[in-house]
T-cell receptor
Framework: ETGVTQSPTHLIKTRGQQVTLRCSSQSGHNTVSWYQQALGQGPQFIFQ???????GRGNFPPRFSGLQFPNYSSELNVNALELDDSALYLC??????????FGSGTRLTVV | DQQVKQNSPSLSVQEGRISILNCDYTNSMFDYFLWYKKYPAEGPTFLIS?????DKNEDGRFTVFLNKSAKHLSLHIVPSQPGDSAVYFCAASAMRETSGSRLTFGEGTQLTVNP
C-alpha cells in the first residue's frame, strides 16, 4: 500500500485561468472521489469515478471535470477559475464504504 | 441544504475526561455513518463507522452511538488524550444512492484536549 498522494500541495492561480490537480490513488482502489473543502467547512463532494467512468456528481458546475486512468491516478480540472474556487481539494480512493483513504490535499488560492 | 450538521464548532476537555462530539442529520436515506479526524496539513483519517442497523459501535477508546429516531449520532472518546486534539468530521452516506458511495460531511468540531 502506498497511500494517496496529491500534487501539487499548494497552488496560486489567477481568476479566469485553468488548473489541473493530480491524485495517485492507493494501489488496487478502483474508486476515486474528489472533495472541495472551503475554509471553516466540511468537505463537499465534487464527483466520483469508478473504473474510469464518472459515477456520481455533486452540486458543482460543468467547469469542474475529471479523469481517472488505468494506473489508479486521476485528475481534477477546473476551468475559468473564480475567487470562490479557493479551497483545499481532497482526493480519496476506496474499495469499500469505510475504506476511504484521503490524500493530504491541494491548497488552491485564486487571486 | 445542510444535511449533516455539527452544531459545536469547538470543544475543550481535560486530559483523561470524556469527549462527546455530536452530529445531527436530516436525510432519512442515510444508512451509514462515519467519523473522521483531521490534523492540519493532512487529509481526513477514518476513525470509526456505524451502520443504521446498529445503535452502538466501539473501537478502543472510541464509541459511536446512533439514535435513528432522533437522527442523531455522537462520538465518545474516553479517556481523552492531548494527541486527540484535531478537527472531527461526521459523515454520512446512503447505499441506495445512484451516485456511488459519496460522503456528506458536517462542518467539523475542533477538539482540544488540555494536559
Amino acid at each position: 500500500e502506498t497511500g494517496v498522494t496529491q500534487s501539487p500541495t499548494h497552488l496560486i492561480k489567477t481568476r479566469g485561468q485553468q488548473v489541473t490537480l493530480r491524485c495517485s490513488s492507493q494501489s488496487g482502489h478502483n474508486t476515486v472521489s474528489w472533495y472541495q473543502q472551503a475554509l471553516g467547512q466540511g468537505p463537499q463532494f465534487i464527483f466520483q469515478y469508478y473504473r474510469e467512468e464518472e459515477n456520481g456528481r455533486g452540486n458543482f458546475p460543468p467547469r469542474f471535470s475529471g479523469l481517472q486512468f488505468p494506473n489508479y491516478s486521476s485528475e481534477l480540472n477546473v476551468n475559468a477559475l473564480e475567487l470562490d474556487d479557493s479551497a483545499l481539494y481532497l482526493c480519496a480512493s476506496s474499495l469499500s464504504r469505510d475504506g476511504y483513504t484521503f490524500g493530504s490535499g491541494t491548497r488552491l488560492t485564486v487571486v | 441544504d445542510q444535511q449533516v450538521k455539527q452544531n459545536s464548532p469547538s470543544l475543550s476537555v481535560q486530559e483523561g475526561r470524556i469527549s462527546i462530539l455530536n452530529c445531527d442529520y436530516t436525510n432519512s436515506m442515510f444508512d451509514y455513518f462515519l467519523w473522521y479526524k483531521k490534523y492540519p496539513a493532512e487529509g481526513p483519517t477514518f476513525l470509526i463507522s456505524i451502520s443504521s442497523i446498529k445503535d452502538k459501535n466501539e473501537d478502543g477508546r472510541f464509541t459511536v452511538f446512533l439514535n435513528k429516531s432522533a437522527k442523531h449520532l455522537s462520538l465518545h472518546i474516553v479517556p481523552s488524550q492531548p494527541g486527540d486534539s484535531a478537527v472531527y468530521f461526521c459523515a454520512a452516506s446512503a447505499m441506495r444512492e445512484t451516485s456511488g458511495s459519496r460522503l456528506t460531511f458536517g462542518e467539523g468540531t475542533q477538539l482540544t484536549v488540555n494536559p
